[in-house]
């Protein structure tokens, strides 16, 4: 077979470096960010940070950034924004505020820190209990065998594994016969259950609260609620108050007692020993109010300034007839970092912009006001691909006066509307939520009462939609909702 050489012109796209660093920027958060810059100032010495205190203030346009003083601060600020309700705890449909929730905090300011939040965090549910436990009257053996079972507790105080499970397991100084060992821990269980926080070392949520109302003082709303835990949990979990009713004898206003004080009773009385982990978002830009236009401020706090280090930069200009090795190669790797961090501001607050530009109503009004919003709109407004928005919006956040919302919390799927137009999901859940905390507690609305409410309003909703929002919004079925 001949051989021959042909040319041919082909075009194909190619990252360079610069590009694919400029792309991987652009995808991390702000903390990712920053280690990715540390990173980096250790390994090029012509690289190093700027101080400054100037914050980008971006007025609009597809360039017009100009650098003003910034006059709020704009230190880490903790997440304020959606939904940003207590967490709940749920056994058996019944519902407990989570122990020790704190509203938003000044990350800064540790003088209004809880002390009993510090001394949680200081101090485990282990350590709690042994300390006790050491100023007990018990013998040596008595001990150990409490402090057996307290290191078999989980994090919530409860002891997981059955007496004869944990007998299997004893160590062989505290073996016997199998049935004085089980007796020996039955005994121990019932000092453990003695210490405090009461109902720890349950071994269920009803064990839990029946011990908890065994520390209680005796009158007739203990003895009906430990009744109430006693025979009736399950009932209460589902609103049958007609049957507790029936089967205790009680009016309306004894069992609203009775219900109130097994609701106030902590079902997880380990959690407040558990370490702290306080998570801190800072915002990569600020919303502010000019002059009645919603504006987006750069937060200075999320832009490392970095700059080229003067003394190496000297060198290598000196010796540049030689050559200078690898510092220029350093060199230019550094300006390109430079160059790529403030690309990806410039493109964040580009986004925002447009993003803050089109949910006006929704910083004005709130979500009730959100509109529908997608990937494609920003994209064509800014000029940019989508999957670029994509990675803009990902982990990047804007505080607003209503709150920290990451950006892709602006965009979202649509109902259609009587008048042709389109409703966003994220004010139908804000309508849903309004509805349900207006209804009367003796009739809640049911899903497809709610379906009609909306369709007055002029918004197409189907019953199972409006169940799958409320689901996302933790809010219970209508059961569940009905009180006395």
């Known amino acids: 077979m001949k051989q021959t050489l042909q040319l041919r012109l082909s075009q194909h796209l190619a990252l360079t470096p610069q590009l694919q660093q400029s792309i991987r920027l652009l995808q991390l958060s702000s903390l990712e960010l920053n280690q990715e810059i540390e990173q980096a100032l250790q390994e090029n010495p012509l690289l190093e940070r700027e101080e400054g205190s100037d914050a980008a203030l971006y007025t609009g346009g597809a360039d017009a950034l100009s650098h003003t003083r910034s006059e709020e601060p704009t230190g880490n600020e903790e997440r304020g924004g959606q939904d940003s309700e207590s967490p709940e705890w749920h056994q058996d449909g019944l519902e407990w505020p989570t122990s020790g929730t704190k509203g938003p905090r000044d990350s800064n300011d540790e003088s209004d820190a809880d002390a009993g939040e510090l001394q949680a965090a200081a101090t485990s549910l282990q350590d709690h209990l042994i300390a006790q436990l050491a100023l007990s009257q018990l013998s040596g053996k008595d001990r150990l065998r409490v402090a057996f079972l307290v290191e078999a507790l989980d994090d919530d105080g409860y002891l997981g594994q059955s007496l004869e499970e944990l007998v299997a397991v004893l160590p062989e100084d505290m073996t016997g016969e199998s049935d004085e060992v089980l007796e020996d ?147 230019q790797e550094a300006k390109w970092l430079i160059k790529n961090v403030q690309q990806r501001f410039d493109t964040i607050a580009r986004v925002s912009q447009a993003i803050v530009d089109r949910q006006r109503a929704f910083f004005d009004h709130g979500e009730v006001a959100m509109r529908p919003l997608t ?110």
């Open 185 to 331: 821990l039955q005994i121990a269980l019932k000092h453990l259950q003695s210490l405090d926080p009461p109902g720890i070392g349950a071994r269920s949520p009803r064990e839990c609260l029946l011990l908890q109302l065994d520390n209680l003082p005796a009158d007739p709303v203990v003895k009906l609620a430990r009744a109430i835990v006693s025979d009736h949990l399950e009932q209460l979990a589902n609103r049958d108050y007609a049957r507790i009713r029936k089967a205790l004898g009680c009016t309306d206003e004894e069992l609203r007692d009775a219900q109130a004080l097994v609701k106030s009773l902590n079902p997880r009385p380990g959690a407040q020993f558990a370490p702290l982990d306080t998570r801190y978002i800072v915002p990569d830009v600020i919303v502010r109010k000019l002059r009645g236009n919603w504006v987006v401020q750069l937060n200075q706090e999320a832009m490392p300034r970095l700059r080229i280090n003067r003394l190496y930069a000297d060198l290598l200009r000196r010796q540049r007839g030689s050559g200078g090795g690898n510092l220029s190669g350093q060199l």
């Open 375 to 484: 990937l494609r709109e920003i994209a064509d407004t800014v000029d940019l691909h989508e999957s670029t928005i994509s990675r803009v919006t990902t982990q990047k956040y804007l505080a607003s006066p209503r709150g920290i919302y990451e950006l892709k919390y602006f965009f979202g799927s649509h109902v259609a509307t009587d008048t042709g137009g389109a409703a966003s999901s994220t004010a139908i859940r804000a309508l849903i939520r309004q509805l349900v905390g207006a209804e009367d507690g003796h009739k809640p609305l049911s899903d497809a009462r709610i379906a009609e409410i909306l369709g007055e309003q002029g918004i197409v909703v189907a019953r199972r939609t409006v169940a799958k929002y409320r689901e996302s919004l933790n809010i219970p079925p209508v059961n569940l909702r009905k009180t006395l």
